[in-house]
Antibody, heavy 119, light 111 residues
Framework: QVQLQESGPGLVKPSQTLFLTCTVS??????????WSWTRQPAGKGLEWVGR???????NYNPSLKSRVTISVDTSKNQFSLKLSSVTAADTAVYYC???????????WGQGTLVTVSS | QSALTQPASVSGSPGQSITISCTGT?????????VSWYQQHPGKAPKVMIY???KRPSGVSNRFSGSKSGNTASLTISGLQAEDEADYYC???????????FGGGTKLTVL
């Protein structure tokens, strides 16, 4: 079955760019009508949707993060990626990648990866 | 501050029923029947329990049900079991500029 796995640095310095990759296994990232999304969760806090990319390559972002976020897809590697620029301590969180359907149903999630922003 | 409002905590005894509310606005919950609910155990990824307001994914117990009235969606868990103790989050589609909003989460304690 389809599985998702996040990867990337666990520590990023303030003002630098966070870069994470989600590898999709067990199925093609470009098949179907789903979105591939990123959601984050600061320690002890709730979920915050970051953004998503459709199989066509079109993107949607959380308005509060839009100026700093870029989500892209590499179909040859069956991966999609998150880039978050000018990070601060407030961006410290567990970042999850997920499969999202048009109805807002996030039916598959990665295990999550902790990213800490600190000098 | 989260876009959708949930109670911080609810509790119930085994076998009882509980309901978790999720209050939004006419721009999200009130306008679309696209609320989903997620269960999250400590240190684990969220798991979808209800989608499109009241649909249950395959494998999710029929003890979980969803409904909506106006700007408020609700998740009801009947026949509470110890394994239901977790955090629960609601999520709604919020139109073509905001897209997706989550609630702040509710901690369910099974007494």
């Amino acid at each position: 079955q389809v599985q998702l796995q996040e990867s990337g640095p666990g520590l990023v310095k303030p003002s630098q760019t966070l870069f994470l990759t989600c590898t999709v296994s067990g199925g093609s990232i470009s098949s179907g009508s789903q979105y591939w999304s990123w959601t984050r969760q600061p320690a002890g806090k709730g979920l915050e949707w970051v953004g998503r990319i459709y199989t066509s390559g079109s993107t949607n972002y959380n308005p509060s993060l839009k100026s700093r976020v870029t989500i892209s897809v590499d179909t040859s590697k069956n991966q999609f990626s998150l880039k978050l620029s000018s990070v601060t301590a407030a961006d410290t969180a567990v970042y999850y990648c997920a499969r999202e359907w048009w109805s807002g149903n996030f039916d598959l999630w990665g295990q999550g990866t902790l990213v800490t922003v600190s000098s | 501050q989260s876009a959708l409002t949930q109670p911080a905590s609810v509790s119930g005894s085994p076998g009882q029923s509980i309901t978790i509310s999720c209050t939004g606005t006419s721009s999200d919950v009130g306008s679309y029947n696209l609320v989903s609910w997620y269960q999250q155990h400590p240190g684990k990824a969220p798991k979808v329990m209800i989608y499109e307001g009241s649909k249950r994914p395959s494998g999710v117990s029929n003890r979980f049900s969803g409904s909506k009235s106006g700007n408020t969606a609700s998740l009801t868990i009947s026949g509470l079991q110890a394994e239901d103790e977790a955090d629960y989050y609601c999520c709604s589609y919020a139109g073509s500029s905001t897209y997706v909003v989550f609630g702040g989460g509710t901690k369910l304690t099974v007494l």
